[in-house]
């Protein structure tokens, strides 16, 4: 889609919020509150932003972005080269961080820019008036994009803010959070890897996994487990078999082959290349799929996971 930016806010410093509105001011493809969209920022880049409005409103999708020191080009570009009336590409909502509607209570632990994806899923809560509450970490009050927001109706009563917690404090203070809630409450979270960790060490305990959901803002490197190891690809459709080397991608080797897989991060995070596997054990490096998804082993993403067996079938 090519979408108009309507309005854009700073929300705090180094963060600005852009609106996004269909040329002719149609409705917007829906979505499900915790989405995200891939943005291409001037420059070609493609970065994948949470929507973090009200998911009933198909008037506009609404981005945070967050001016990263370390940009390759997407959130500088997004920064520095986008006006009201700019138009930029995006791509269809999708989900890998979905509410379970079935859950009797939801527990939302945001941290920073991580509160992206989190404010769509208030929305939703409040709207259907789930027992929720949420959870928002941030370095201090003036660096919390949203808080306007979330101080008022519908949210007030629902949303604490935890300013500079100090690193040997977090524990604590996640593990009261967690004691307010039920142990039936699932629990989601977002924000910079360190912090995940521990929201997710503390809600691990006495919680099943498949109660504990959180969503990667940005790759980390993926630590491979030891060397990279050469396998192999066999196609089902075909038979045909494919070597992928250390260091090439399955996506490399199967373009090489004249068989394109849609991409969009190449990184592990937004999920466009997952392919289903029917042999063989992927050794999954990726953000997007979840812990069942992974133990699964029957689908990978691409564009950087790997093998532990010396052949997997895939589902092409
Ligand atoms: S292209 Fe984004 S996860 Fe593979």
Redesign the pocket.
């Known amino acids: 889609m090519k979408l108009t930016v309507e309005n854009i806010t700073e929300e705090a410093p180094g963060i600005r919020a852009l609106r996004l509105v269909a040329p002719d001011g149609a409705a917007l493809p829906p979505y499900t509150p915790g989405a995200h969209v891939d943005i291409t920022a001037p420059g070609g880049i493609v970065r994948q932003y949470s929507l973090c409005g009200d998911p009933a409103d198909s008037g506009a999708y609404l981005v945070a972005i967050k001016l990263d020191p370390q940009s390759r080009g997407g959130s500088r570009a997004l920064h520095g080269e986008v006006a009201v009336g700019s138009v930029l590409e995006v791509g269809a909502p999708r989900n890998l961080f979905a509410l379970v509607p079935s859950a009797p209570e939801h527990l939302l632990f945001g941290a920073g820019i991580g509160i992206t994806p989190l404010l769509s899923m208030a929305y939703a809560l409040a709207a259907d008036g789930a027992r929720y509450t949420l959870h928002y970490f941030a370095r201090s009050a003036e660096e919390c994009a949203f808080a306007e927001l979330l101080a008022r109706e519908p949210f007030a009563d629902r949303v604490r803010f935890h300013y500079a917690v100090p690193r040997d404090g977090l524990d604590a203070l996640l593990d009261d959070c967690l004691a307010q809630g039920s142990n039936a409450a699932h629990v989601y979270t977002c924000g910079p890897a360190p912090f995940m960790d521990r929201v997710v060490a503390r809600a691990s305990i006495g919680r099943p996994a498949d109660a504990i959901h959180l969503e990667h803002f940005k790759a980390d490197p993926v630590a491979p487990n030891g060397e990279e190891h050469a396998f192999e690809v066999e196609l089902a459709s075909s038979g045909q078999l494919l070597a992928v080397p250390p260091g090439t991608s399955i996506?490399a080797v199967l373009a090489e082959a004249g068989i394109q897989i849609?991409?969009?991060?190449?990184?592990?995070?937004?999920?466009?290349?997952?392919v289903p596997v029917l042999e063989g054990e992927p050794d999954h490096r990726?953000h997007?799929l979840s812990k069942k998804e992974k133990a699964a082993n029957d689908q990978i993403?691409?564009?950087?996971s790997r093998s532990r067996t010396s052949r997997l079938v895939l589902d092409l």
């Open positions: 996506v849609d991409t969009s991060c190449r990184e592990g995070i937004c999920g466009t290349c997952i990726d997007c993403c691409c564009c950087v």
